[in-house]
């Protein structure tokens, strides 16, 4: 059982996500208006209502980056057999509250002013800078509390938006499908945060850290919906036109080339030629990571599915090699593999950056400054994610013993499970969810 | 077991649906035609194809609307044991009825003559019409019949259609998001219904009213959708332009500000601390409710966000407190708790209608009015849920006994599960469903 | 057990797949650029960037039809108990093969040169030409390889893609929703594969070949997205404007008044008169399929629905009593049963198209060649499959052997369930995945 001294978050819990929603409510009072066409104040009507469709055009991609946010890695997630209601209701959460804190911290580093003003723009980027988070999140899955998620969801959002403002603004960098400011900024912050957090106990592995069948379902909703959405998310804030076009092809492709590699290096490097779905439900994503940086450069198609062939082999030879390792040399238990699936295909996309931008295929980006932004991202992750690790190693924010981890009850009111048929109920059985 | 007098829909389901659907197909024949842009007759060709691009825009709008009604409505009702097959079928054939009803019935009131001309536009507004029924049928859901369903589909989208008619052209009050046509409308009529078919054999509750771990996961499909598409229920039929992007925004800030206080609410009311997998499934989304009626006025980033703070707050102390007082006091057995997701969200989204219209949030927009609508919707659900009541209380509809209720088999052909094994099918049982 | 001789892809599959990728990606840095606005090399930058926008204005149908492909075509077949891996994940395989090679084959036949100009209509081009696998795949499910499917994959692409050229370019027959080129000839092409393939070890059925309760939720995953998004595939490459808008309207009304009589007749062919999953699953979709060909047509909207009406009563009939026949006497074994969702209400599909041209209801199109493109569709995917049956059946290609048939275990990875308490996972069980 667990400690309730340590685990019940009856009132740190609430207490802190109440006061952030005040805190956040009165700076968005202070701070925040509408867009409006003739970039007044907000509050003024215009006469010309034509002006603001522009606003609303991008709305299309915002819906789809908004589904991979909230389904794709809230379901991803949900592969461990007893994690599933944190998985998609955590990875809810920790966006919520992200993407209210992401619109003031891109706010204040985009505008001149101190005020804001919102558009679809401002939405897609706030989705997109809960995706650090959540990608972190995966590091730690099943290892931290409710309360440590919402206080890394702070920090890790304001470090992510001063590196942001840093490779886009002062370094000139180009990284339209954020491979670097996104995916290896979000991968290596959570491997620090878990190396600081390093559970010896655990070292050994968990009764709940695995799938069962239909957790591996569920995860692959969110595979599938990550792969075919990932196109929009490398494209969103690309410029209108050519640039745009040429991020969607590109990403579309390099995404089909990696799912025949990965599929082909899943069975390839198990004996009995079987594949894994471990590899299935994260490899294959590692084409849109990997792409994201050149999605919008004049790489070609064949450049394109040339990143995504190599993306889904280090992938897949990552799960199946390098977390081994790193667990047991580096003592780095990264639960969800966001090494293989973010933190590689992260760093090849920067090296792609660089190789390309070196090649020309964008004009007014320079390979120096691509590198130094890969070296930003990667630097002020490791150590960012160490310093909040040490934050959140504080033994009182409601972190689940070794014997709870992957387990949902600790914090959820999970339902009775009938002990003698299993998962499916037949009549008459006596459980029943209070309060449902 | 069943009897088969009374439950076996053999002849009277089938007869009921294919006579409405026949009597549907004739109406079509005779009233509905394509809106072309001349306005002509929608059998001509017309020489310019650039003017109907406008019916078009709204598509991808009207996709998200459609996930909503579709998967968001009918997966949220998956989370019951084994009353998932109920819950997303009979979802999918009272959205399928409702909106070819729902496109005569508003086609009737928009237009003057008896014509009636379909584009996207129609499309979004006879799946809002659907979406009362679906509130309802959270209601009653587990006990009434697919019969039955039939026929409150088709009355209650009747008199839906008579009250929107009157908020909107009548009263002229506005209601973008549809709090009180919609969701006070849809809760209070499907409240009514219920009470009127109060069983009080189910007053100590049912085995199968309850949640296994695996559905509770199912009905997270349904919340997200219904979450992430939210901004587009509320943004749809809203003006283009400044509107619709206010409209955008506010939904999209309410809903995040909610989830915080939803979660908060949920660990601050249970003595352990821990989340409450119904309050996450549906409080959640009460901020998209509530700040329905004003989404397009020009309330302020923060005055959406302290919406969807009030909502998440009354819909989460609904659930855990008003439900089983509902229950026990007023015989009001609300399956679903659409009271605490639709019902009161949807009574606050008309009472913060009346404040911003007072305010001046929306020109030409009367405080008064919009209490008269809110009045109205109320009322006209509550007198017209009654009479819907007692017509289905006749004992001929194939309604199931109490022993019967929750329960998908009474009226679905169910896969056999393994005795000994449980959900998770091994190789050698052989049970098989037929005619798969 | 499996005998490893027969079954290990340890090599085989690797092989094939990464030997196929490299052509592919050789044959792209060949023939594959962007299109730009100038029609120019794809290497050039525009001064003008306006003009690729109207490559962008497709990308959410794109999106809706990708979203068919991925989530409505994989979890529909999920619907075996002990299936859902290879169903969604080798759906996946498949159709990330498919549209690389379908960019190829239909670029090369689209294009007067060699040179294939890249846009997002080309990409919505390719998800189409999987389509015609992914149906094909329904009739052979649990019964052949990865490696096997590889190869019918570029067989029938490059046939269908061959067939489409016939029926658009030479024929000159109108099949914007594709009920002919894609949905009968994907069908009947899968038919014969199965037909060649016949196993008489099955034909008693086999324990695997049904489903659960859990694996048929996540089969109307795939109904629902495939119902609701239906309109997009119908219209995605109709002509702006007004037959854009009628493809739209048209699917949308003959999908919605399928779904009543679908759910009708299922109730009408059961003793009980209960509903079938099966049915729901599956027959509630032919309206998509049957108005496929003239959904760009002026047919009117009750047109529409009449078709609809028609298509939902002869699938559901087709799975009651045709699949069994079919089995039986013609030693067909169509797992999925798309004889009943793809074939009869393609072949009516096609007949629909004949009778519209016949009378008027688009201009410049003939009847007799609308029946010549159906014959064609049908007589070349006879042929074609049945060859492609015969090298399928070559005894190397890692076929499974009937025991292990409709069995994911024997080409996957399949988490271990604890023997005693079923799916449902307790703390206490010692299960991991490998890898995991």
Same mark, same amino acid.
């Given at each position: 059982?667990?400690?309730?001294?340590?685990?019940? %978050?009856?009132?740190?819990?609430?207490?802190?996500?109440?006061?952030? #929603?005040?805190?956040?409510?009165?700076?968005?009072?202070?701070?925040?208006g509408y867009e409006t066409n003739d970039g007044g104040s907000g509050h003024g009507h215009s006469g010309n209502n034509s002006v603001p469709d522009k606003f609303i055009t991008p709305y299309?991609?915002? +819906?789809?980056?908004?589904? %991979?946010?909230?389904?794709?890695?809230?379901?991803? %997630? $949900?592969?461990?057999?007893?994690?599933?209601?944190?998985?998609?209701?955590?990875?809810?959460?920790?966006?919520?509250?992200?993407?209210?804190?992401?619109?003031?911290?891109? !706010?204040?580093?985009?505008s001149? *002013?101190?005020s804001i003003k919102m558009t679809v723009l401002s939405m897609?980027?706030?989705?997109?800078?809960?995706?650090?988070?959540?990608?972190?999140?995966?590091?730690?899955? !099943?290892?931290? *509390?409710?309360?440590? %998620?919402?206080?890394?969801? =702070? =920090?890790?959002?304001?470090?992510?938006?001063?590196?942001?403002?840093? @490779?886009? #603004?002062?370094? &000139?960098?180009?990284?339209?499908?954020?491979?670097?400011? =996104?995916?290896?900024?979000?991968?290596?912050?959570?491997?620090? @945060?878990?190396?600081?957090?390093?559970?010896?106990?655990?070292?050994?592995?968990?009764?709940?850290?695995?799938?069962?069948?239909?957790?591996?379902?569920?995860?692959?909703?969110?595979?599938?919906?990550?792969?075919?959405?990932?196109?929009?998310?490398?494209?969103?804030?690309?410029?209108a036109?050519?640039?745009?076009?040429?991020?969607?092809?590109?990403?579309?492709?390099?995404?089909?080339?990696?799912?025949?590699?990965?599929?082909?290096?899943?069975?390839?490097?198990?004996?009995?030629?079987?594949?894994?779905?471990?590899?299935?439900?994260?490899?294959?994503?590692?084409?849109?990571?990997?792409? !994201?940086?050149?999605?919008?450069?004049?790489?070609?198609?064949?450049?394109?599915?040339?990143?995504?062939?190599?993306?889904?082999?280090?992938?897949?030879?990552?799960?199946?090699?390098?977390?081994?390792?790193?667990?047991?040399?580096?003592?780095?238990?990264?639960?969800?593999?966001?090494?293989?699936?973010?933190?590689?295909?992260?760093?090849?996309?920067?090296?792609?950056?660089?190789?390309?931008?070196?090649?020309?295929?964008? &004009?007014?980006?320079?390979? $120096?400054?691509?590198?130094?932004?890969?070296?930003?991202?990667?630097?002020?992750?490791?150590?960012?994610?160490?310093? $909040?690790?040490?934050?959140? &190693?504080?033994?009182?924010?409601? +972190?689940?013993?070794? +014997?709870?981890?992957?387990?949902?009850?600790?914090?959820?009111? @999970?339902?009775? #499970? #009938?002990?003698?048929?299993?998962?499916?109920?037949?009549?008459? +059985?006596?459980?029943?969810?209070?309060?449902?």
């Amino acid at each position: 059982m667990p400690s309730h001294y340590t685990t019940n %978050m009856r009132f740190k819990f609430p207490i802190l996500a109440i006061c952030l #929603e005040i805190i956040i409510i009165i700076l968005f009072g202070v701070f925040v208006g509408y867009e409006t066409n003739d970039g007044g104040s907000g509050h003024g009507h215009s006469g010309n209502n034509s002006v603001p469709d522009k606003f609303i055009t991008p709305y299309p991609m915002f +819906q789809d980056v908004h589904v %991979m946010i909230f389904v794709g890695f809230g379901f991803l %997630m $949900t592969f461990l057999k007893r994690y599933g209601f944190t998985s998609v209701g955590i990875n809810m959460l920790i966006a919520a509250l992200g993407l209210q804190w992401g619109i003031l911290m891109q !706010g204040w580093w985009h505008s001149h *002013s101190h005020s804001i003003k919102m558009t679809v723009l401002s939405m897609i980027n706030a989705d997109f800078s809960t995706a650090t988070v959540l990608i972190s999140f995966g590091a730690v899955l !099943g290892k931290i *509390s409710p309360v440590q %998620m919402l206080i890394m969801t =702070i =920090i890790e959002i304001t470090i992510f938006a001063t590196n942001e403002h840093l @490779v886009v #603004e002062i370094l &000139k960098a180009s990284d339209v499908g954020a491979s670097m400011t =996104i995916h290896a900024f979000g991968a290596y912050f959570g491997l620090a @945060v878990a190396r600081v957090l390093y559970r010896s106990g655990l070292r050994n592995g968990h009764d709940n850290e695995g799938s069962v069948y239909h957790s591996d379902l569920f995860a692959m909703i969110g595979t599938i919906f990550l792969w075919m959405f990932w196109p929009s998310f490398n494209s969103a804030i690309a410029d209108a036109g050519i640039n745009q076009h040429r991020a969607i092809i590109n990403t579309y492709l390099s995404l089909a080339a990696c799912v025949l590699v990965a599929f082909a290096v899943s069975s390839l490097v198990q004996e009995k030629g079987k594949l894994d779905m471990v590899h299935i439900q994260n490899a294959t994503l590692a084409g849109g990571v990997a792409v !994201g940086t050149c999605a919008d450069m004049n790489i070609s198609p064949y450049g394109a599915m040339l990143i995504g062939f190599v993306a889904g082999s280090i992938s897949t030879v990552g799960f199946k090699f390098l977390t081994p390792v790193l667990a047991s040399k580096m003592k780095i238990q990264d639960t969800c593999g966001v090494h293989n699936l973010h933190g590689l295909p992260g760093l090849l996309g920067g090296i792609a950056g660089i190789i390309a931008t070196s090649m020309g295929a964008k &004009k007014d980006y320079s390979p $120096t400054m691509q590198a130094a932004a890969l070296a930003s991202s990667v630097g002020v992750a490791l150590v960012g994610g160490t310093l $909040t690790g040490f934050l959140l &190693k504080l033994p009182f924010w409601g +972190q689940p013993p070794d +014997q709870n981890c992957y387990d949902d009850s600790i914090y959820w009111e @999970v339902p009775e #499970e #009938e002990e003698a048929h299993g998962g499916s109920a037949h009549g008459d +059985q006596n459980t029943l969810k209070s309060d449902a």
